[in-house]
């Protein structure tokens, strides 16, 4: 049995940090994992400017603990007034790693998303010219599709009209939660990859409803059937360097989620890697594990691989019930469980 396991260290390519007293509460959790991530932009308002993502990327930094080396890597959220000069700008001046589009609410502070995806073209094309990355929710959020099948339909209706229509352009799709998501990554050209979430890896929408309602399962895309999860435990694991870590952690208040209406995110980092291994182990491929969290998402956005090591080691790691975010108890996924593998400090 293999006791531990060594790799360059990570980087998480999709993470809500918040802002505020939350964002002091839960960035240390990335930060001790992971040295970059791509920060999600959809705070209320919502960073849609290069200007607002630079204010934001000092914000981390200040709130990262003394002595972590930790690099936020900005992305910009998509509106139907976005201006492609800034987008470029940002790019050009290092801001920029990413521009995120949200259909217009489809998830967490996305009312400002955008409305009509065709009409973003001149945006989707000044992003291509330039090397900007599209991050991409992929769902739709008209009434009449099943919110199972929100992510196929997106895929069929809208990305691959943006694929066909700006195939120079890297395009990611966050948090696949599908086999039509792995199997429409799989076979697009190299400029087209997906982030894989733990929870995906773990549930299947089962866990929503077990003995009762389960908010802290509940995460969009929603988590779907089991055969949906085995067909994301095999991309994950496959060594293909289309699919890569993004852990989507996505930090509520405890109670904003034990509530009537309960807000739509897994906050995962604290056990991120330790989750993920987890699976990796549980699928006989602790050998591609860093490929997986270390060395194709550089490769696609086209970074260097980091310098530093993680170790994980085989040992119980118990999760704690909450998690106190700058006095805001958060629930972590994996609350009250124990893992197998543990993060070497
Ligand atoms: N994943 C989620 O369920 N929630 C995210 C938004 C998102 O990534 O869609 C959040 O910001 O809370
Ligand atoms: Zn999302
Ligand atoms: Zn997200």
Redesign the pocket.
């Known amino acids: 049995m293999t006791e531990s396991l060594t790799i360059r260290r990570p980087d998480d390519w999709h993470v809500?940090l918040r802002d505020d007293a939350m964002l002091q509460g839960v960035v240390a959790h990335t930060a001790r994992q992971f040295a970059r991530a791509i920060v999600?932009p959809?705070l209320s308002p919502p960073v849609t400017t290069s200007a607002s993502a630079a204010a934001y990327r000092d914000r981390i930094r200040a709130a990262v603990p003394d002595g972590i080396a930790f690099e936020p890597l900005m992305t910009a959220y998509l509106t139907d007034a976005t201006d492609p000069d800034d987008l470029v700008r940002g790019k050009d001046e290092g801001v920029l790693t990413a521009a995120k589009l949200y259909p217009a609410n489809a998830?967490?502070?996305s009312a400002h998303g955008v409305t009509e995806i065709a009409n973003l073209a001149p945006v989707l094309a000044a992003m291509e010219k330039a090397g900007l990355v599209l991050c991409v929710?992929g769902e739709v959020t008209t009434s009449d599709i099943d919110v199972f099948d929100r992510e196929a339909v997106f895929i069929e209706r809208h990305l691959s009209w943006i694929v066909r229509q700006f195939p120079g352009l890297k395009v990611v799709l966050e948090?696949i939660t599908t086999g039509e998501g792995v199997d429409f990554v799989a076979s697009a050209g190299p400029n087209v990859a997906g982030t894989i979430t733990p929870q995906h890896l773990h549930i299947n929408r089962n866990a929503m409803f077990v003995g009762g309602i389960r908010p802290h399962a509940y995460?969009?895309p929603v988590a779907k059937r089991e055969t949906h999860r085995l067909a994301l435990r095999k991309a994950a694991t496959s060594g293909s360097g289309k699919f890569f870590l993004g852990t989507?952690s996505?930090p509520?208040a405890r109670d904003a989620k034990e509530s009537a209406c309960g807000?739509?995110?897994i906050f995962n980092a604290p056990f991120a890697l330790e989750s993920y291994v987890q699976v990796f182990e549980e699928e006989g491929a602790l050998d591609r594990f860093e490929q997986f969290a270390s060395l194709a998402g550089p490769a696609f956005y086209g970074l260097p691989v980091n310098s530093g090591t993680v170790t994980l080691e085989r040992g119980p790691v118990a999760v704690p019930d909450t998690i106190d975010a700058q006095g805001t108890p958060v629930v972590p996924f994996h609350a009250g469980e124990t893992l197998n593998w543990r993060l070497r400090a």
């Open positions: 809500h999600m959809n998830t967490t502070n929710h948090h995460c969009l989507d996505a509520h807000c739509a995110g």
